[in-house]
Each structure stands twice: as C-alpha cells, then as structure tokens.
C-alpha cells in the first residue's frame, strides 16, 4: 500500500513492528525509507504532519488496553480535517476469513476494535461514514499471505493442504475449477475527519 500511494505521487510512510518492516525493506529496497518502526498507540511522526492515517486490516492487532490510546495516537499526527480511515476485516461464513482463521482466529479480538472505534468520543475526531465492502480474494492470495506472516515451512504446507481441501470442495459445489473458485473478503470501512467544529453530525451508514 505504501508503494502504491508512492507511485501516486503521495509521500507515504508505513509504520509497523520490527519485523515486518525489515520483510517491506528487503521487499521494497526502493523504498526502504518510507517504512519506520513503530505501533499505532506510538506513531514515530509529529504533530500535525499527516493528511490520512490509514489503518488497513492493521487496527486489531493493536493490543486491546491500547486501541483508544491508538485513535487518540491518529487525532495527535493528522492536520486539521485529515482523515482517519480504519479498514477491519467482518468474519462471515463462507468468506475469505473462512482462511484467514485456520491460522488465527480472530473474531473476538475483531470485535474488541469494533467496540473500541464505536466508543471513540474525541470532539476532534467526527465520524463521517462506516461501510461494508467486499473485494473477491482467491487460494494464491492465502498462499502469499501465508509467505509473510508464517515462517514455519511445515506449518504452511498444512494450512495450504486444508485450504486446497476447502476450496475444491467448494469450488466443485457449484461447478468450477479450484483456481477459478473466488472468496469475498469482507472489510468494514469507517472514515474520521479531524476538525475543529465540534459540531454534532449524523454519520452516513450503508
């Protein structure tokens, strides 16, 4: 994501523990600059320095005591009207989280991030909008997932086993091949604006 607001002309900076920024250093050795150390309850970056701060897929990882220490980590760096987007993954039956679970299961500490954002109560921080939104994931996206976030090669070929498992039979239940076969990945879209009018405004909800 970082690579692709580069090319848009933004001046991006991604920001995540040690180890993966080290993995989006070797990967992105163009770059390498516009990665830094650091957690969303502790942002490595000024006041005021930020026109969006982007948590994708990111904002439940941080530990659950810290995750309105976090928001209120996002109000300090954003300039006034910056926006705050938090992008969360929405476990569903049948969707791509269906993968994303063999590895960990993460449907209570989803809806720990959930409440947390539904509790955010900082004048500076009004919500604009929340959305669901689907974008289609396919069996070569849980194995490359599965390349950055698990280091155990035997651990892999297991998840990659049950997963090609999974995806035939389901692929064959409604009469295409296994690399054919698309999941839904279902994500939960809510956007904050930093300002300073604290005025009372009706969040618009799909």
């Not at 904002?59 to 928001?71: G, I, K, N, R, S």
């Not at 679970?101 to 909008?129: T, Y």
Request: with cysteine; net charge negative; glycine share 4%.
């Amino acid at each position: 994501m970082v690579k692709w607001f580069s090319q848009q002309g933004a001046h991006a900076i991604g920001v995540d523990v040690e180890t993966m920024v080290s993995k989006a250093r070797a990967a992105h050795r163009e770059i390498v600059d516009s990665f830094l150390v650091g957690t969303g309850e502790r942002l490595p970056l000024g006041d005021t320095v930020a026109d969006i701060v982007l948590f994708l897929a990111s904002f439940h990882h941080v530990p659950e005591p810290l995750m309105l220490a976090a928001l209120a980590e996002a109000r300090r760096v954003l300039k006034s009207s910056g926006l705050l987007i938090i992008v969360e993954p929405v476990v569903a039956d049948g969707a791509y989280s269906t993968l994303t679970r063999m590895v960990e299961d993460e449907e209570l500490i989803l809806d720990a991030a959930k409440s947390a954002i539904d509790r955010q109560k900082n004048s500076e921080l009004i919500l604009l909008s929340e959305s669901l939104f689907a974008t289609e994931r396919t069996l070569d996206d849980f194995r490359n997932l599965l390349q950055v976030f698990v280091d155990d090669e035997e651990r892999r070929r297991d998840y990659i086993g049950r997963a090609e498992k999974l995806t035939n039979a389901l692929a064959s239940s409604v009469g295409v091949g296994r690399d054919a076969y698309t999941y839904l990945s279902v994500c939960r879209r809510t956007i904050f604006m930093k300002t300073p009018d604290t005025a009372v405004r009706r969040p618009a909800t799909t």
